[in-house]
């Protein structure tokens, strides 16, 4: 079966420097999660998109910024990185409010950022 | 308000011995939990879920959680341990938010599992 597909794997970045984190979701999934996990951490949650509209704020610092486009994959900008930002992200997705199904997410199997 | 405590930082067993995973939670409203595996540098996989049509559940790799209201637990079990099974392990108590559901994570088991 399809799952959720997120790239790159891997990422390295300067400080200051901007990083871009992409998330397909699984075919008829509509709705989006991403997560931050530091390390030895458990994740975070970051942010949600239900129908491309922003459906639940987490813990995201103003530097960072998402967003869910019409193919329901979903794009996380990260800018003016900084070296604590070095972690594990992932994305989740799930189906539409309305089906009992809905609580339960599909993880990514994550991009790696480090910060250098 | 939710939250979940996993009592054990890290459990270690002996290969082909049972496996114990202890989860406590609390939710204002009727909850949805959740267990998921991680092994190292992977993704979150889910073992299994609860969603008040049994309170024992079976996943997958031979686990199985029940669930038990009055003292608020999801304790995770698996009869034999397999050096495979050696990885973190999240109790995971999710709400519902206006479009989506929120969860939160436990801050994990670490399970060791020796030869």
């Known amino acids: 079966a399809a799952g959720v597909i997120q790239s790159p794997r891997h990422l390295i970045k300067e400080k200051r420097e901007t990083a871009t984190l992409k998330c397909y979701p699984i075919p008829r999934h509509d709705t989006v999660y991403w997560y931050q996990q530091g390390p030895g951490q458990d994740p975070q949650f970051l942010i949600s998109f239900y129908e491309k509209m922003q459906s639940d704020k987490g813990s995201i610092p103003d530097r960072f910024s998402a967003q869910q486009f019409s193919d329901y994959h979903s794009e996380l900008n990260m800018s003016s990185l900084e070296l604590g930002d070095s972690a594990l992200y992932f994305c989740?997705?799930?189906?539409?409010?309305?089906?009992?199904?809905?609580?339960?997410?599909?993880f990514g199997p994550g991009t790696r950022l480090t910060v250098l | 308000a939710q939250s979940v405590t996993q009592l054990d930082s890290h459990v270690s067993v002996s290969e082909g011995t049972p496996v114990l995973l202890r989860c406590n939670y609390s939710s204002s409203y009727s909850p949805s939990l959740f267990w998921y595996v991680q092994h190292p540098n992977k993704g979150l996989q889910l073992l299994l879920k609860?969603?008040?049509?049994?309170?024992l559940v079976k996943g997958i790799n031979g686990f199985e959680a029940e669930f038990k209201k009055s003292e608020t637990s999801f304790h995770l079990t698996k009869p034999s341990a397999h050096m495979s099974d050696a990885a973190e392990y999240f109790c995971?108590?999710?709400?519902?938010?206006?479009?989506?559901?929120?969860?939160?994570f436990g801050r994990g088991t670490s399970l060791i599992v020796h030869p």
């Open positions: 609860y969603t008040s049509a049994a309170t």
């Open positions: 995971v108590v999710s709400r519902a938010s206006g479009g989506s559901y929120i969860p939160t």
């Open positions: 989740a997705s799930s189906y539409r409010p309305g089906t009992r199904s809905t609580d339960t997410q599909y």
